[in-house]
């Protein structure tokens, strides 16, 4: 069973930078697709982005291209997503999940299809 586990969330003041990783316990995340989504108080869950098994091929929501870069290091079956220029309206919970290796070519719909799941990690975006 492939487990997930989120951390580098925190409190930040607008315009700084977080960076937050997705690391996989039992065995190598090579095999799948891995995405980051978030879900803000009262809100629905929303993609952020996505990283395929192919380097170099990534999606990413409108609300944060230029701002985030997703990244994968195999060797260390770890996913990680750097969050730059970090606005009030990107405080969430931030999900990382892995799902099927072609998964990101239908970001960021059929999350449902993602098939595990870490338990988030909480970014706030306050002044």
């Known amino acids: 069973q492939l487990q997930l586990v989120e951390s580098g969330g925190g409190l930040v003041q607008p315009g700084e930078s977080l960076r937050l990783s997705c690391a996989a316990s039992v065995f190598t995340l090579v095999y799948f697709a891995i995405a980051w989504f978030r879900q803000a108080l009262g809100k629905e869950r929303k993609g952020v982005s996505c990283?395929?098994?192919?380097?170099?091929?990534?999606n990413y929501a409108d609300s944060v291209k230029g701002r985030f870069t997703i990244s994968r290091d195999n060797a260390k079956s770890t996913v990680y997503l750097q969050m730059n220029s970090l606005k009030p309206e990107d405080t969430a919970i931030y999900y990382c999940?892995?799902?099927?290796?072609?998964?990101?070519?239908?970001?960021?719909?059929?999350?449902?299809?993602?098939?595990?799941w870490g338990k988030g990690t909480l970014v706030t975006v306050s002044s």
């Open positions: 990283i395929s098994r192919r380097v170099g091929s990534t």
């Open positions: 999940a892995a799902g099927p290796m072609n998964y990101c070519d239908y970001f960021p719909s059929y999350s449902n299809g993602m098939d595990y």
